[in-house]
T-cell receptor
Framework: DAKTTQPPSMDCAEGRAANLPCNHS???????VYWYRQIHSQGPQYIIH???NNETNEMASLIITEDRKSSTLILPHATLRDTAVYYC?????????????FGSGTRLQVQP | EAQVTQNPRYLITVTGKKLTVTCSQN?????MSWYRQDPGLGLRQIYY???????DKGDVPEGYKVSRKEKRNFPLILESPSPNQTSLYFC???????????????FGPGTRLTVT
């Protein structure tokens, strides 16, 4: 799995967009970018994934640069409930063991 | 509502007393997995199961057993718990399977286990 680099922490005002960056300069052609989050001691929650194109779902948008060496997760209107640690993971979409390994992630604090 | 449930959510026990943590999913997922999460060590996979009666070791299987007799259930068994198994445990499930890749895993709420 490719190594990822994320800022350790970020703040965001409630109602504003939260933009969380992730660098993955060693990503391979068949590796996807996944985002998960974990609210304090709760089960991790899948957010979104992408390969090359930008993706959007009901939770967030994922912007991947053309060279695929970095990406940004966008929470369009952050709420206090979005305060969590956000993990960027780069790996193949496998049918086997599927073990998830989280790095240190970005701790997002949404301020009222 | 699609979900993964775990029971109990909190458990304090003593060394050597056998315990089972249950996990159930209602999404008809073939794949299920157990993780433990410890400060500074992150998430580590204990066991996983690709389907009924198919289980395999993850990264840290020592001291744990699992079974997969039904598709929806994947209990984690600690036959002789020790203090180093004090941890936060998560069960997860995922769709896809051998017919195709899976892109997301759904996690349970966690079980906080303390072994004294």
């Amino acid at each position: 799995d490719a190594k990822t680099t994320q800022p350790p922490s970020m703040d965001c005002a409630e109602g504003r967009a939260a933009n969380l960056p992730c660098n993955h300069s060693t990503i391979s052609g068949n590796e996807y970018v996944y985002w998960y989050r974990q609210i304090h001691s709760q089960g991790p929650q899948y957010i979104i994934h992408g390969l090359k194109n930008n993706e959007t779902n009901e939770m967030a948008s994922l912007i991947i640069t053309e060279d695929r060496k970095s990406s940004t997760l966008i929470l369009p209107h952050a709420t206090l409930r979005d305060t969590a640690v956000y993990y960027c993971i780069v790996r193949v979409a496998d049918t086997g063991r599927r073990a998830l390994t989280f790095g240190s992630g970005t701790r997002l604090q949404v301020q009222p | 509502e699609a979900q993964v449930t775990q029971n109990p959510r909190y458990l304090i026990t003593v060394t050597g007393k056998k315990l089972t943590v249950t996990c159930s999913q209602n999404m008809n997922h073939e794949y299920m997995s157990w993780y433990r999460q410890d400060p500074g060590l992150g998430l580590r996979q204990i066991y996983y199961s690709m389907n009924v009666e198919v289980t395999d070791k993850g990264d840290v299987p020592e001291g744990y057993k699992v079974s997969r007799k039904e598709k929806r259930n994947f209990p984690l068994i600690l036959e002789s718990p020790s203090p180093n198994q004090t941890s936060l445990y998560f069960c997860a499930s995922s769709g896809g399977g051998l017919a195709g890749p899976s892109y997301e895993q759904y996690f349970g709420p966690g079980t906080r286990l303390t072994v004294t």
